[in-house]
Antibody, heavy 119, light 109 residues
Framework: QVQLQESGPGLVKPSETLSLTCTVSGYSISSGFYWGWIRQPPGKGLEWIGNIFHSGRTYHNPSLKSRLTISIDTSKNQFSLKLSSVTAADTAVYFC????????????WGQGTLVTVSS | SALTQPASVSGSPGQSITISCTGTSSDVGGYNSVSWYQQHPGKAPKLIIYDVSNRPSGVSNRFSGSKSGNTASLTISGLQAEDEADYYCTSYTSSDTVVFGGGTKLTVL
């Protein structure tokens, strides 16, 4: 059974970099599939952040692309998200998930982790 | 930009409801990569429909999906109290990206 778990700081200061890691268990990410990040501001809807393939090819939300880095570490079975120059608008629950074909078919999901941007 | 969904829909137990998801020819209308998610409060979303009309293993056959032109639809038949949740659609786009709908809150009366 594939499981995903997000980890990282729950509080980030404005203008700093948000860093999260998703650890995958029950499946080797080097075997295939795409791996994605999605976020949800408190009380709002879901927003796609980006995907990464096991080869390292990435796909980004154009609105975040200039601040976004998604990477993968197959040796640790993890993939990561870095979002620079954060503001309060980046406060959200961040989810990681597997995407079968990099087309928004996310299954399964991690439980999500709340990241608050505040001084 | 985000796909357009109604902010809310409601129905009584046993009834059927339909949630629409409207995009453009560059996303919903151009590809059969539309998915639907159910999200209960405080929980991660759950995939309930993929590729417009396919159900993952374990998802009730009360959930069905379809598409006509630039609009995809999710129908829930035999509405149950446990179906009360937020529902989101997604689509692949011609820019090689993914876009979500704004979400629809389903209330079971």
């Amino acid at each position: 059974q594939v499981q995903l778990q997000e980890s990282g700081p729950g509080l980030v200061k404005p203008s700093e970099t948000l860093s999260l890691t998703c650890t995958v268990s029950g499946y080797s990410i080097s075997s295939g599939f795409y791996w994605g990040w999605i976020r949800q501001p408190p009380g709002k809807g879901l927003e796609w952040i980006g995907n990464i393939f096991h080869s390292g090819r990435t796909y980004h939300n154009p609105s975040l692309k200039s601040r976004l880095t998604i990477s993968i570490d197959t040796s640790k079975n993890q993939f990561s998200l870095k979002l620079s120059s954060v503001t309060a608008a980046d406060t959200a629950v961040y989810f990681c998930a597997r995407d079968r074909i990099a087309a928004g078919e996310f299954d399964p999901w991690g439980q999500g982790t709340l990241v608050t941007v505040s001084s | 930009s985000a796909l357009t969904q109604p902010a809310s829909v409601s129905g009584s137990p046993g009834q059927s409801i339909t949630i629409s998801c409207t995009g453009t020819s560059s996303d919903v209308g151009g590809y059969n990569s539309v998915s639907w998610y159910q999200q209960h409060p405080g929980k991660a979303p759950k995939l309930i429909i993929y590729d417009v009309s396919n159900r993952p293993s374990g998802v009730s056959n009360r959930f069905s999906g379809s598409k006509s032109g630039n609009t995809a639809s999710l129908t829930i038949s035999g509405l149950q109290a446990e179906d009360e949740a937020d529902y989101y659609c997604t689509s692949y786009t011609s820019s090689d990206t993914v876009v979500f709908g704004g979400g629809t809150k389903l209330t079971v009366l």
